[in-house]
């Protein structure tokens, strides 16, 4: 008998695969553009270059951004088995990229006047890791 056996048929956690040299390449750069020029489909690149456009004042260009981040990551989080729901755990650190996009896309969302992307964004953060919306919101 599994003691651990999900008995409520939840989905289990999806955890994206991690890419070093595109983790690296973004740690060490002053600026994300040529990063995510190099690695597309890398959603933390695109998710600090959203963040930075909105502290820049630019929530146009930030949603530019996040709606990438969050596209790409949505492609990476289907090729690992994600069915369209559950947990996308915050502390697994190749998850951040896709949970920052889609933060930075519901904060640029609000901030061009579309409320009701803004939170269905902040609803799919919450569902997917409450402690990645406490953690951006906090």
């Known amino acids: 008998m599994n003691l651990h056996q999900n008995l409520l048929n ?68 289907r090729r690992s088995g994600w069915k369209g729901h559950g947990p996308i755990p915050w502390e697994h650190a190749p998850n951040q990229g896709f949970l920052r996009a889609l933060h930075a896309l519901s904060r640029a969302s609000e901030r061009i006047g579309d409320a009701e992307e803004a939170e269905r964004c902040a609803t799919f953060l919450r569902d997917s890791s409450p402690e990645a919306a406490e953690a951006l919101d906090g």
């Open 10 to 77: 939840e989905p289990p956690e999806t955890r994206l695969p991690d890419d070093p040299e595109a983790r690296e390449a973004l740690a060490s750069a002053d600026d994300p553009t040529p990063v995510a020029g190099r690695f597309p489909s890398y959603s933390a690149a695109w998710a600090r270059l959203a963040e930075l456009a909105l502290a820049d004042g630019q929530p146009v260009t930030a949603y530019a951004y996040a709606r990438t981040g969050y596209h790409r990551g949505l492609d990476q989080l």
